[in-house]
């Protein structure tokens, strides 16, 4: 079995839009406005402004992603982050925030924030694990957001 975290290209675009439908509909969570425009259309809503999305691959097939939005203080939102339940407990999850942190380190941002839902425990011991800690909360443009988290790169 190989498996590669690979950078997004056109052909991923329907798992990308599958991976993360899955989870928040499993979430109970509906899907928002950010949410399509995001999984509609990554390459304009994110690549084109400065961001990107990383594809884990096993075995040539998609079975998990995340993506990097470049901030407004130069720092990287990590969101969209999915893998899909087949694949969960093979350390997929933070081989794809490695990914995201050393391209957010290369490209000398000061830290990488994210916001996720309480009940994604999961998903929050992962981010806690990896070195993100709590924020009290933010503006955020989505309704089930309630936990919000950063980690400084500096």
């Not at 999305?53 to 939102?77: K, P, Q, T």
Request: proline fraction near 5%.
């Amino acid at each position: 079995m190989t498996v590669a975290i690979v950078p997004f290209r056109a052909d991923h675009a329907a798992a990308w839009r599958a991976l993360n439908e899955h989870w928040i509909r499993a979430g109970g969570y509906a899907i928002e406005p950010k949410d399509d425009l995001v999984l509609g259309d990554p390459e304009e809503a994110i690549l084109s402004k400065g961001g990107a999305v990383f594809i884990v691959e096993r075995n040539g097939a998609a079975v998990g992603c995340c993506s990097l939005m470049r901030m407004a203080d130069g720092g990287y939102e990590v969101g969209k982050m999915a893998v899909d339940a087949a694949a969960h407990g093979q350390g997929l999850g933070r081989r794809l925030l490695e990914a995201c942190e050393g391209h957010a380190r290369a490209a000398g941002a000061p830290r990488l924030y994210l916001e996720t839902n309480s009940a994604q425990t999961h998903a929050i011991a992962l981010y806690e694990a990896f070195g993100f800690l709590h924020l009290p909360p933010q503006p955020t443009p989505y309704a089930r957001a309630n936990v919000f988290m950063e980690k400084a790169l500096g």
